[in-house]
């Protein structure tokens, strides 16, 4: 008898079907093995991809865990950036962007609609859920550090305000974590003035390099546009690779979890 997928739930979202998936309970083989949602970009020689079959078993095992069979599962194209998709019953998709520009691509959506399941992507960048205190509108933000700077959370929660969700609650589920994300001068250039406590100081004292929190920096975020209930699973995915897929540990070859969330029916 198969394993069913393990996942990871919030207490603030115990309202709304949810969950972040671990790499524990799916079909999938390999690199992949066993519950995986997407594939690296790239692949070296030798490397097959983990094929479209086994992830659609893998999302199904999911919908039916947190009691949500018969949904559409809704994703985007991520790219790192600051985009919200908004899906609503019977539309035609909408993009926002802080700017009001429109994208195809995205990291970010947003749903009333109770027939459709969120779901992105990570292998250690961020996920965050958001649901209203009614649980009839929701999102699902995959923030890098790229997407921490440019600001795709607080815009998926101007997104959610639009639809006339009220008292958002967050969940940031696990990720990498303050003492595996090693970073550059770049990126402590853009964490150090916004964010000062997400910075710490590179264990090995590496001139120009430092280790960031992008956990505490986005929940730093959430309390500059009042979100208050917020939950964090703080779990680091580089750092177990029983349970969780890693971009950086496993230098690129690697699977993908998700968070997904939909609304109350």
Request: glycine share 10%; aromatic share 6%; proline share 9%.
């Amino acid at each position: 008898m198969s394993t069913p997928p393990l996942l990871l739930k919030s207490a603030v979202l115990a309202q709304v079907p949810h969950a972040f998936s671990t790499r524990v309970g799916g079909v999938s083989a390999g690199p992949f093995a066993s519950l995986n949602f997407g594939n690296p970009m790239e692949l070296p020689p030798g490397v097959a991809r983990d094929p479209v079959e086994n992830i659609n078993v893998n999302f199904r095992r999911v919908l039916e865990v947190i009691g949500v069979p018969e949904r559409r599962v809704q994703q985007v194209y991520q790219v790192h950036g600051c985009a919200v998709r908004v899906y609503r019953a019977g539309d035609a998709p909408r993009e926002w962007t802080p700017q009001g520009e429109f994208d195809h691509k995205a990291d970010a959506m947003v749903t009333d609609d109770p027939g459709r399941v969120l779901a992105v992507r990570v292998a250690d960048c961020v996920p965050v859920l958001l649901a209203s205190g009614d649980g009839r509108v929701v999102g699902a933000v995959h923030a890098g550090w790229r997407g921490v700077v440019l600001g795709v959370l607080p815009a998926a929660v101007e997104a959610m305000l639009s639809l006339g969700a009220r008292d958002i609650r967050a969940a940031i589920g696990p990720c990498i974590g303050p003492t595996r994300f090693e970073v550059g001068p770049e990126v402590v250039a853009e964490f150090a003035p916004r964010w000062p406590g997400a910075v710490r100081e590179h264990p090995e004292g590496v001139p120009g390099k430092a280790m960031i929190d992008l956990a505490l920096a986005l929940r730093d975020q959430l309390a500059e546009v009042e979100v208050s209930s917020v939950d964090a699973i703080q779990r680091c995915t580089a750092s177990e690779p029983e349970w969780f897929f890693s971009h950086r540990r496993d230098r690129g070859i690697t699977g993908r979890m998700v968070g997904v969330i939909g609304p109350t029916a």
